[in-house]
């Protein structure tokens, strides 16, 4: 099984290089000129661009293929201040010029639109929100010129007091997405409410790949799959079928890494990977799993990915392939 590493948005390693540059709603608002506040966001939202590109160079120089954008790239964006906005157009070069990068090295990139978006919410002005998030999510990937391999995962959301409503709430509005959402959406497992087991059983009934969170599974599961291992392939055939301009055999599964902040704060990130508990998984999948990436969503970002290569050399059966993969007997 090749194995490739990747983690979110932010590097430890390269300076002034925040993709997540923002403006304050307050701030935006004592502007007098909307106009050229306007300008101000869409400056703020140019420069976010350029260092998620500046970090894709940094990604390229240590191997690393697999990245989550951050999805505050354009502050404000959907702020009721600013409905009648669209910096798309200001935005395409910038955006034109970040997804060529990533195809021309086969760099795998994705979403994770934040809590708010929910679509097993009861309430009409929640769900509103969260079609139009993953809209324009969605709507910044293609103007990447960015596949369907490039995803947006999202959770499945709370209960409100009675799962199994929620969860056919949450299948109604999936259904009710346009075909080019739908097409770009994983889902996961969270660590309080929708175990492994329960999304898996939601991907197989509207046909999304499902995102393994390892960490969230040990926090939140049943009694009788207590090993993710033993989802493992049934979560691997949601993949089947997910085919890519920039990956000859498919797009490979992918899941989440994170391991306890500690014994009080299991549901927190720690800094680092715990690669005992990885190791046990990659090795119980391995037999049957060619290919694997993995998001890591440790507190250090791609310093906790370098740590975790570290890690890996010295483990039988690992045979490292460069700085951010490796192979697995």
Not at 46 to 62: D, F, G, P, Q, V
Not at 222 to 245: N, V
Not at 285 to 311: C, G, N, V
Request: charged fraction near 25%; include cysteine.
């Amino acid at each position: 099984m090749i194995v490739r590493l990747g983690y979110v948005a932010m590097s430890m390693l390269v300076a002034n290089a925040s993709p997540s540059k923002t403006m304050t709603a307050t701030n935006f608002a004592k502007l007098h000129d909307r106009q050229a506040a306007v300008r101000k966001l869409e400056r703020i939202a140019a420069e976010n661009i350029h260092n998620t590109l500046r970090l894709l160079k940094h990604n390229r120089a240590y191997d690393i293929h697999v990245y989550r954008c951050s999805s505050r790239l354009i502050p404000l964006l959907g702020h009721e201040m600013l409905a009648d906005w669209d910096p798309m157009p200001v935005l395409k070069d910038d955006f034109a010029e970040l997804g060529r990068y990533a195809r021309e090295h086969n760099m795998r990139l994705s979403f994770h639109p934040d809590h708010f978006t929910v679509l097993s919410s009861p309430r009409e002005d929640v769900l509103k929100h969260s079609f139009e998030d993953l809209d324009r999510h969605v709507s910044m990937l293609e103007a990447m010129g960015l596949g369907e391999s490039a995803k947006c995962n999202i959770h499945i959301g709370g209960t409100y007091g009675n799962k199994k409503t929620a969860h056919a709430r949450f299948v109604q509005r999936f259904q009710e997405l346009p075909a080019r959402i739908q097409r770009r959406l994983t889902l996961e497992n969270d660590d309080k409410t929708f175990t492994a087991a329960e999304t898996l059983e939601v991907c197989e009934q509207v046909g999304a790949p499902m995102v393994l969170d390892v960490h969230h599974h040990q926090v939140n599961h049943e009694e009788e799959h207590s090993d993710p291992a033993e989802l493992w392939p049934r979560i691997q055939r949601t993949w089947q079928g997910e085919t890519s301009q920039y990956y000859e055999h498919g797009l490979p599964p992918k899941i989440h890494v994170s391991s306890p902040k500690n014994e009080k704060d299991v549901r927190a990130h720690a800094d680092f990977i715990d690669l005992p508990v990885l190791m046990q998984f990659l090795r119980a999948i391995a037999p049957h799993t060619p290919r694997l990436d993995i998001m890591i969503e440790a507190k250090k970002k791609d310093q906790a990915l370098f740590k975790l290569m570290e890690d890996v050399h010295d483990e039988a059966g690992v045979n490292v392939l460069n700085q951010a993969s490796f192979e697995l007997a």
